[in-house]
C-alpha cells in the first residue's frame, strides 16, 4: 500500500494525482478486502495529505471524493469523514498509531 500511495505525488497537480488514483483503484479495491479499515485510514489520512498541500482545505478533500463517487470505496470514506471525528483525527496523523 506504500507504494501505491507514493506514486500519488504530492507536488503533481490535482488531476494528474486524481489520474494516478484512478489507474490503481482496482488495487485500491484488493488492498481494501484483504487489509480493512486500517487500509482505509491510511488511504484517507495520505489523500487528507495531498490536499492540504495543495489549498489546506478539509472540503476540497470531500469535493476530491466525489469525483470517485461511482465507487461504494469512497461513499464510505466520505460519509466516515463528514460524521466520524476520529477519523478526522487519524487522517490527520494525531493518532500516533496509525502512523506507521
Not at 488531476?15 to 479499515?37: C, M, P
Amino acid at each position: 500500500m506504500n507504494t501505491l500511495i507514493s506514486r500519488i505525488y504530492l507536488n503533481g497537480d490535482l488531476e494528474t494525482s486524481k489520474n494516478i488514483l484512478r489507474k490503481n483503484l482496482q488495487e485500491l479495491k484488493r488492498s481494501l478486502e484483504i487489509n480493512g479499515y486500517k487500509v482505509n485510514f491510511l488511504i484517507l489520512r495520505n489523500l487528507y495529505n495531498i490536499v492540504l498541500a495543495k489549498d489546506g482545505n478539509l472540503s476540497s478533500l470531500l469535493i476530491f471524493l466525489r469525483d470517485f463517487k461511482d465507487y461504494a470505496i469512497v461513499d464510505i470514506f466520505t460519509e466516515n469523514l463528514k460524521n466520524n471525528s476520529d477519523l478526522y483525527k487519524i487522517i490527520k496523523g494525531d493518532i500516533k498509531s496509525w502512523n506507521q
